[in-house]
C-alpha cells in the first residue's frame, strides 16, 4: 500500500480581472502586481500634487520678482522726489535753508541739518529692493514685498506708504534741529 493517493485532483480556476481588480495566485493571495498597484497610484498622485504645488510656487516667485523689479526703482524715485519736495516745503516755511538736501546719486539721498551739519542718507539698492535710511538713532530698512498682488514696501513686516517712508525720514531729520 502506498502512501501516495493513485489519483491526483488539480482543480484550476480562470479568472477575468481588470485593473483595478487583485490577481490572485494559486494560493489565493494577491500577486506582487496587484498588491501595490494601488499604492502606487496614490504615490503618484501625492508626487504630482507636490510638483503642481511646487510648480506654482515658483511661478508666483517669479511673478512676484517681476513685480518688484518693475515698481521698486519707480517707488523709490517716487520716495526721493517727495523728500526733495518736502525739505523745499520745510525751507520756505522757516524762510531760510534749515536742511539741505543733496542727491549726488539717482540711488541717494542725503539731508543735513544746517545748524548741526548732523547728515542723514537714504539709499535704494537695486540689488536687494530695500530702503535704507540712515539718521541718528533712527536706521530703517524697508524691503520691497507683493502683498496680494501688490507692490508695497514694508517695514518690520508691515506695509508703509511711500510718503511715509519719506515722511518719517524726513521727521528724523526735523528732530535734529534745534
Same mark, same amino acid.
Given at each position: 500500500?502506498?502512501?501516495?493517493?493513485?489519483?491526483? /485532483?488539480?482543480?484550476? /480556476?480562470?479568472?477575468?480581472?481588470?485593473?483595478? $481588480?487583485?490577481? @490572485?495566485?494559486?494560493?489565493?493571495?494577491?500577486?506582487?502586481?496587484?498588491?501595490?498597484? #494601488?499604492?502606487?497610484?496614490?504615490?503618484?498622485?501625492?508626487?504630482?500634487? =507636490?510638483?503642481?504645488?511646487?510648480?506654482?510656487?515658483?511661478?508666483?516667485?517669479?511673478?512676484?520678482? $517681476?513685480?518688484?523689479?518693475?515698481?521698486?526703482?519707480?517707488?523709490?524715485?517716487?520716495?526721493?522726489? #517727495?523728500?526733495?519736495?518736502?525739505?523745499?516745503? @520745510?525751507?520756505? +516755511?522757516?524762510?531760510?535753508? &534749515?536742511?539741505?538736501?543733496?542727491?549726488?546719486?539717482?540711488?541717494?539721498?542725503?539731508?543735513?541739518? &544746517? #545748524?548741526?551739519?548732523?547728515?542723514?542718507?537714504?539709499?535704494?539698492?537695486?540689488? /536687494?529692493?530695500?530702503?535704507?535710511?540712515?539718521?541718528?538713532?533712527?536706521?530703517?530698512?524697508? /524691503?520691497?514685498? &507683493?502683498?496680494?498682488?501688490?507692490?508695497?514696501?514694508?517695514?518690520? #513686516? =508691515?506695509?508703509?506708504?511711500?510718503? +511715509?517712508?519719506?515722511?518719517?525720514? @524726513? $521727521?528724523?531729520? &526735523?528732530?535734529?534741529? =534745534?
Amino acid at each position: 500500500m502506498s502512501i501516495f493517493p493513485s489519483r491526483l /485532483t488539480l482543480e484550476i /480556476t480562470l479568472q477575468i480581472h481588470s485593473n483595478s $481588480d487583485p490577481i @490572485l495566485d494559486a494560493e489565493g493571495r494577491m500577486n506582487d502586481e496587484s498588491r501595490w498597484r #494601488d499604492w502606487a497610484s496614490n504615490a503618484k498622485s501625492q508626487i504630482q500634487k =507636490r510638483r503642481d504645488e511646487d510648480q506654482k510656487k515658483s511661478d508666483l516667485f517669479v511673478a512676484e520678482q $517681476d513685480l518688484k523689479k518693475a515698481h521698486a526703482p519707480k517707488v523709490w524715485a517716487s520716495i526721493r522726489k #517727495d523728500i526733495e519736495d518736502m525739505c523745499r516745503a @520745510l525751507n520756505a +516755511e522757516m524762510g531760510r535753508e &534749515v536742511i539741505a538736501s543733496e542727491s549726488p546719486k539717482m540711488n541717494e539721498v542725503k539731508l543735513r541739518a &544746517v #545748524d548741526s551739519g548732523v547728515a542723514s542718507i537714504a539709499t535704494f539698492d537695486p540689488s /536687494t529692493m530695500q530702503i535704507e535710511t540712515s539718521a541718528p538713532g533712527a536706521p530703517n530698512i524697508y /524691503t520691497a514685498s &507683493v502683498s496680494n498682488g501688490q507692490f508695497v514696501f514694508k517695514l518690520a #513686516d =508691515r506695509p508703509v506708504q511711500p510718503h +511715509e517712508i519719506a515722511k518719517r525720514f @524726513l $521727521d528724523s531729520v &526735523v528732530n535734529l534741529i =534745534r
